[in-house]
C-alpha cells in the first residue's frame, strides 16, 4: 500500500516568517494531496489541497506544491501567525482507495 | 448546512466491553470514512462506506465494524475492547467517494480502562 512519510513533526518560527513542511510519497497512483489542520482539541480541517495534473495552486498565504516526477508535496505557509498553531497532516489518496496520512507537523508560531 | 456530528463526544469503557459510535454526515454526503487517532500512530484509516456498502477497509482487526443506513448515517462499533482502543475516533464524510474534500467531524473520545 501507499506510504506518507511527513516532515519535520515539529516546526517552530517566528511570526511573520515562513514554514515548510514536505511529505513523500510512494506510490506513484496516488492523484489526490489535501492538507488539514488540526488545532488543539478541534477538529481537522481541509485547509488546500492539489491534484496530480497541478504543479501548484495557492490560496492567501497557504501553498500547496507537487513534484510527481520526485513523489513529494509541500506545504507553503507565509507570513505566519500565532494562529497557524496547529498540527498540519498531510494525506495522499488514489482512486478505489483510502486515504493515507502522515504522521503531522506540530508547527508553533512564537509572537 | 450544519457539519458532520458524532455522538457521544466522550466515553467511558472497561475492557471486554463493546462500544457504538455514530457519525452524521453532511446533508448529502454519501461517502463515511472513520478513521482512529493517537498521539503515537497518528490517523489510522478503519474504513469507507459509501451508499451502505464497505468500500474499503483499514488494517484494523475484525473487532471493528461498522454499518452505513439509507439516510448515509453510519456507526461503528468495537466489540471486546482491549486499553489500546482508547482513541480519538474520526468521521469524515464527503460528497462522493473519497477523492474528494473530506470533512470532519468532532470526534468521540474513547478511554479503555
Known amino acids: 500500500g501507499e506510504n506518507v512519510e511527513q516532515h519535520p513533526s515539529t516546526l517552530s518560527v517566528q511570526e511573520g516568517d515562513s514554514a515548510v513542511i514536505k511529505c513523500t510519497y510512494s506510490?506513484?497512483?496516488?492523484?489526490?494531496f489535501p492538507w488539514y489542520k488540526q488545532e488543539l482539541g478541534k477538529r481537522p480541517q481541509l485547509i488546500i489541497d492539489?491534484?496530480?495534473?497541478?504543479g501548484e495552486k495557492k490560496d492567501q498565504r497557504i501553498a500547496v506544491t507537487l513534484n510527481k516526477t520526485a513523489k513529494h508535496f509541500s506545504l507553503h505557509i507565509t507570513e505566519t501567525q500565532p494562529e497557524d498553531s496547529a498540527v498540519y497532516f498531510c494525506a495522499a489518496w488514489q482512486t478505489g482507495n483510502q486515504f493515507y496520512f502522515g504522521t503531522g507537523t506540530s508547527l508553533t508560531v512564537i509572537p | 448546512k450544519a457539519g458532520v456530528t458524532q455522538t457521544p463526544r466522550y466515553l467511558i469503557k472497561t475492557r471486554g466491553q463493546q462500544v457504538t459510535l455514530s457519525c452524521s454526515p453532511i446533508s448529502g454526503h454519501r461517502s463515511v470514512s472513520w478513521y482512529q487517532q493517537t498521539p503515537g500512530q497518528g490517523l489510522q484509516f478503519l474504513f469507507e462506506y459509501f451508499s451502505e456498502t464497505q468500500r474499503n477497509k483499514g488494517n484494523f482487526p475484525g473487532r471493528f465494524s461498522g454499518r452505513q443506513f439509507s439516510n448515509s448515517r453510519s456507526e461503528m462499533n468495537v466489540s471486546t475492547l482491549e486499553l489500546g482502543d482508547s482513541a480519538l475516533y474520526l468521521c469524515?464524510?464527503?460528497?462522493?467517494?473519497?477523492?474528494?474534500?473530506?470533512?470532519f467531524g468532532p470526534g468521540t473520545r474513547l478511554t479503555v480502562t
Open positions: 469524515a464524510s464527503s460528497l462522493v467517494r473519497t477523492g474528494y474534500e473530506q470533512y
Open positions: 506510490d506513484s497512483a496516488s492523484n489526490y
Open positions: 492539489i491534484r496530480s495534473n497541478v
